[in-house]
């Protein structure tokens, strides 16, 4: 069974940074791409970014391109989100997923995918 569980959301100015983690545990880490995901408050669940498993090859939301960078540890069954500069309008609960099936092509193919296990995600909060 497959769980993610995310740490590292709390409350930033505008222009600061925080780093989201999401261990992963279950099955074999490393087989399968890890992407963030966000919901703000009456609106849909949207992309942030996403990582394969090999290279690895990442992509970004227009959004959050150059400020955001997503990376894995293997080793560590992990995927963290560091975010830099950051703004109000990011503000919003953020969800860890998981690929429901491995995939071999490049990240940029998996932005509008959504078949992912989720975490329970956890809130980010930017004050301006």
């Known amino acids: 069974q497959v769980q993610l569980v995310e740490a590292g959301g709390g409350l930033v100015q505008a222009g600061g940074s925080l780093r989201l983690s999401c261990a992963a545990s279950g099955r074999t880490f490393s087989q399968y791409p890890m992407a963030w995901f966000r919901q703000a408050p009456g609106k849909e669940r949207e992309f942030v970014a996403v990582i394969t498993w090999n290279a690895p090859s990442t992509y970004y939301a227009d959004s959050v391109k150059g400020r955001f960078t997503i990376s894995r540890d293997n080793a560590k069954n992990t995927v963290y989100l560091q975010m830099n500069s950051m703004k109000p309008e990011d503000t919003a609960v953020y969800y860890c997923?998981?690929?429901?099936?491995?995939?071999?092509?490049?990240?940029?193919?998996?932005?509008?995918?959504?078949?992912?296990?989720w975490g329970q995600g956890t809130q980010v909060t930017v004050s301006s």
């Open positions: 997923g998981q690929r429901l099936w491995p995939f071999a092509g490049a990240a940029m193919n998996l932005a509008s995918d959504r078949n992912y296990y």
